[in-house]
């Protein structure tokens, strides 16, 4: 199985100012087809995952542009610009690119 | 707007069955790939399964493809997760996903005597 491998394990943020996760994965989850199967959830407090960043740097719909996603073949990067109150909760690294589908453990941003 | 409504959830003895099921609406729910994430309590993700279109191909994570059965029914919009032999360590938040893009709110399994 891919392993997926986040950090840090938790970031306290000001409001403001900006954040970034780290995932890495146990193999490149580049496709043949020139497309990289990372995809970035955000889990808010008592809520179901919501998909912020699919494809390792395509914005979902409805998520503000303050969110981006980066990286390479193996590491990946969520960037959050101008952190704000309803960005606190858990965020997963995840990769689609083959069965089974695995997450990283996920990273809780909190505010300072 | 993309729902979907996972139902059949509660307190199960160990070693019993229960089956899921998820609702779906707001979609063309027989032109999309459907699965279930579940959530141990204070735990991360981890996908149980994937069933295509027209049901001919489902796949799961290898350690639960004994115990979790993943079906659909595309006339009434409905995806299903069966579940037999179950332990403590299936307790935990099921979710449904729509191609892991739409999460539904979850539905909690206990499995405890």
């Known amino acids: 199985d891919i392993v997926m491998t986040q950090a840090p394990l938790s970031v306290s943020v000001t409001p403001g100012e900006s954040a970034s996760i780290s995932c890495r994965s146990s193999?490149?989850?580049?496709?043949?087809?020139?497309?990289?199967?990372v995809y970035w959830y955000l889990q808010k407090p008592g809520k179901s995952p919501q998909l912020l960043i699919y494809?390792?740097?395509n914005l979902a719909s409805g998520v503000p542009d303050r969110f981006s996603g980066s990286g390479s073949e193996t590491d990946f990067t969520l960037k959050i610009s101008r952190v704000e109150a309803e960005d606190v909760g858990i965020y997963y690294c995840g990769q689609l690119l083959e069965n089974p589908y695995t997450f990283g453990a996920g990273t809780k941003l909190e505010l300072k | 707007e993309v729902k979907l409504v996972e139902s059949g959830g509660g307190l199960v003895q160990p070693g019993r069955s229960l089956k899921l099921s998820c609702a779906a609406s707001?979609?063309?729910?027989?032109?999309?790939?459907m699965g279930w994430v579940r959530q141990a309590p204070g735990k991360g993700l981890e996908w149980i399964g994937e069933i295509n279109q027209d049901s001919s191909t489902i796949n799961y994570t290898p350690s639960l493809k004994d115990k979790f059965t993943i079906s659909r029914d595309n006339a009434q919009n409905t995806l299903y997760l069966q579940m037999s032999k179950l332990g403590s360590e299936d307790t935990a938040i099921y979710y449904c996903?729509?191609?892991?893009?739409?999460w539904g709110q979850g539905t909690l399994v206990t499995v405890s005597s």
């Open positions: 494809r390792m740097s």
């Open positions: 996903a729509l191609s892991l893009a739409y």
């Open positions: 193999k490149s989850l580049l496709h043949s087809n020139g497309i990289t199967y």
């Open positions: 707001g979609f063309s729910f027989n032109d999309y790939w």
